[in-house]
């Protein structure tokens, strides 16, 4: 049997425990009642226990998913953020790899330039080195024409050896100039080449130190994303269960709004044969009397011994859910919360508001423990009075009971999130502001 099946089950049976409000009469009706629930009690106690373990499945359910969905929000964010950080690395990579291979072209160029430079330098040096040599070699030219012409060379040939001898000069001259500035510029051509290949050194390093981040952003994203995934399959496993629960609950919950409108329709039955044998009651009395207008209507109706027109609170404590439309804290369906709850501790005894007949006490999916207590007439009404969400009972079914008098505990059973009396108050029949009445 499924936890769907076994609540129909609770509640079929709970059905059967107030089908018995049709027969003829009240005493009959009373009688049958207690021997439908004697009867059933039993079977009552474990369809109990199912009906609690699918609300409770049905509650786990929700948290579940509102826990899987927390942290697949968190886990989605985390990763957003990660793959921001790897977007922003990416992106420094490929500006660090643009500027590294333009500071290697740099490079390349300026070790280029030095190679043409020593090469050069290298060139001057050997001319001036031959120079010297020949120099060396030929003597002073100026002094060997000057010479010649002591010894009768001709004038005109001295002006010419003199004049070539200048302009040798002044080639020699120009060639040491450009050594010397050849080794200035491969000076500078050293030091440019040393400055890019640091350069270049430095962000080779922050390059290589990027791509670790990367590599490491990198593994947390796919670790992230690897988490995300499986967050994924629980959030969609504790989806699909919270469904299965919810549309079981939903389910009951039909079943409950079907049970409650047929349990209304045979209390409304019970009331009118109620009022009409008060009103019978009452003409016997006053035809007894002879027609005096001594006779007084007790306001119970001859059936409590309860002359107070009012209520009296259950339970100390304060409001936490007044009677009107609200949505269900468990099933999330907004309708009539036909009671109001008074929040006090599980345990806490719970007191007729007013003197009364136990019509019945049973378990309902959705209510829990509930007594179920007729005050008779109070106001020219029928008023009964229900007591929700017991954990456990202090009368028994036709049980006579006074105002005040203890006729169960505080508790959390049924559709509960926590320990409550739902307290509903039924004029003729139907639910009504409980505190009109109080």
């Given at each position: ?13 709970s ?61 989605q ?20 790899r ?28 050997g ?163 002879g ?29 936490t ?9 468990i ?11 008074f ?42 009075t ?9 009368v ?6 006074s105002?005040?008098?203890?006729i ?24 009504t ?6």
């Open positions: 049997m499924t936890r769907l099946r076994k609540p129909i089950l609770a509640l079929a049976l059905a059967m425990l107030v089908a018995g409000f049709s027969t003829p009469t009240f005493g009959d009706e009373k009688d049958d009642l207690q021997r439908q629930q004697r009867e059933t009690e039993k079977k009552l106690d474990a369809a109990k226990d199912e009906v609690q373990e699918s609300t409770k499945a049905a509650r786990d359910a929700k948290a579940a998913l509102a826990r899987a969905e927390s942290k697949l929000s968190a886990a964010s985390e990763l957003g953020r990660t793959r921001g950080r790897l977007a922003v690395a990416e992106a420094e990579d490929a500006r660090l643009a500027a590294l291979e333009k500071a290697q072209a740099q490079l390349a160029a300026a070790e280029a330039r030095l190679k043409k430079a020593e090469r050069e330098l290298r060139s001057s040096r001319a001036v080195e031959s120079f010297a040599v020949e120099s060396v070699m030929a003597g002073d030219s100026g002094l060997k024409a000057f010479g010649d012409l002591l010894r009768g060379a001709d004038p005109a040939e001295f002006s010419e050896s003199m004049s070539a001898s200048t302009s040798i000069g002044d080639a020699q001259i120009a060639i040491m100039q450009e050594l010397a500035a050849s080794e200035v510029m491969l000076g500078i051509e050293r030091d440019e080449v040393e400055e890019l290949r640091d350069q270049v050194a430095a962000q080779k390093a922050e390059a290589e130190a990027v791509v670790v981040q990367m590599q490491s952003l990198t593994a947390q994203a796919e670790q992230q994303a690897a988490s995300v995934a499986e967050l994924v399959t629980a959030r969609a496993g504790a989806k699909r269960n919270a469904d299965v629960t919810l549309q079981a609950d939903l389910a009951l919950q039909r079943d409950l709004e079907a049970d409650r409108a047929r349990l209304e329709r045979q209390v409304a039955e019970i009331v009118r044969k109620e009022l009409e044998a008060a009103e019978r009651e009452r003409q016997r009395r006053l035809k007894k009397k027609g005096g207008g001594g006779d007084k209507d007790n306001g119970g109706g001859g059936t409590t011994g309860d002359s107070g027109g009012t209520l009296s609170r259950p339970v100390p404590g304060p409001i859910s007044p009677y009107g439309m609200r949505r269900h804290p099933t999330g369906v907004y309708k009539l919360h036909d009671g109001t709850d929040g006090v501790g599980c345990g806490v005894p719970i007191r007729a508001a007013a003197a009364g007949t136990v019509i019945s006490q049973y378990y309902n999916g959705g209510y829990g423990n509930r007594v179920i207590l007729n005050n008779g007439v109070k106001r020219g009404v029928s008023v009964i229900t007591y929700n969400h017991l954990s456990r009972y202090a028994s079914t036709g049980a006579r009971v105002r005040g008098q203890v169960g505990y505080v508790g959390s059973t049924g559709y509960s999130t926590g320990c409550h009396l739902h307290f509903m108050v039924l004029v003729n029949g139907s639910t502001q409980p505190m009109n009445w109080l």
